[in-house]
């Protein structure tokens, strides 16, 4: 199966569960790919020493691409002990593409009043806090890097409290939190979503520019074309030894 999904397309792209892949790169596809890395890395996964064995090699293959939605994923391979290439490793944050329906008029202003609250002791139930709190506690002075709640590219954009009386004044409307004070603070989020969207738009064009270079580069290889695999899959075929 993955030989023959090595060459369906010029380029493959492997989403959400990294797993998938895994036939396309046991059978050594030198097709360019794109693994988009989620903590879905080992869903599916029983044998996980010897799947992370393969990953550990994976990394090393020039044609492969990691892509990670946020700064976290990259620290969470590494405490697997699957250090992804600086090189080939992105950072493309989510563009905000939706296929919902679009509000009704007026129904976004009622939204824009609500207050998101992130309490890091509901993280147990989303199977996150013991790795946050890993995280925090291994990274005590850059923990923030990790982390799109708090990181720097983001934070301005959020209202950030240090008390549960704070959180009420936040939510009452007291102090500084005036109107006003919530009116800028949506707008510079809206700013920095818009920079991060851009960016990430951006980060794709160029990302697809270097596979479409590197797919036509590897199809003249002679070491790596036509794969090593294409022997024994004829064989198996046909009980004879391919013609060269």
């Not at 090699?57 to 992804?84: D, I, T």
């Not at 209202?159 to 919530?182: C, H, M, N, V, Y």
């Not at 510079?188 to 697809?208: D, I, P």
């Not at 270079?213 to 036509?226: F, G, H, V």
Request: with cysteine; hydrophobic share 40%; glycine share 6%.
């Amino acid at each position: 199966m993955g030989q023959m999904l090595c060459h369906v397309g010029d380029i493959l792209v492997f989403g959400d569960v990294t797993a998938d892949a895994r036939p396309v790169l046991q059978g050594n596809c030198t097709t360019p790919i794109v693994l988009h890395l989620t903590r879905r890395f080992t869903v599916g996964v029983r044998d996980m020493q010897p799947y992370l064995r393969l990953m550990k090699q994976v990394v090393r293959r020039p044609w492969v691409w990691f892509v990670a939605s946020n700064p976290f994923e990259k620290y969470f391979f590494s405490r697997l002990g699957v250090h992804l290439p600086e090189a080939r490793t992105l950072l493309l944050r989510p563009v905000g593409a939706s296929f919902l329906a679009r509000l009704p008029e007026g129904a976004g202003q009622r939204a824009g009043r609500r207050v998101a609250v992130l309490d890091l002791r509901k993280a147990d139930a989303l199977g996150i806090k013991p790795w946050v709190t890993d995280a925090i506690a291994k990274n005590p002075d850059s923990w923030e890097q990790l982390m799109d709640w708090w990181h720097p590219d983001f934070r301005d954009g959020h209202i950030l409290f240090d008390s549960w009386d704070e959180l009420a004044d936040i939510l009452r409307g007291k102090g500084r939190f005036t109107p006003a004070f919530f009116q800028t603070k949506r707008a510079t989020s809206r700013e920095l979503m818009l920079a991060s969207r851009r960016k990430s738009l951006a980060g794709f064009q160029s990302l697809y520019r270097r596979l479409r270079t590197q797919s036509c580069e590897y199809a003249k290889k002679p070491d790596l074309w036509p794969p090593k695999y294409t022997a024994q899959w004829a064989r198996n075929l046909t009980g004879k030894e391919p013609f060269r």
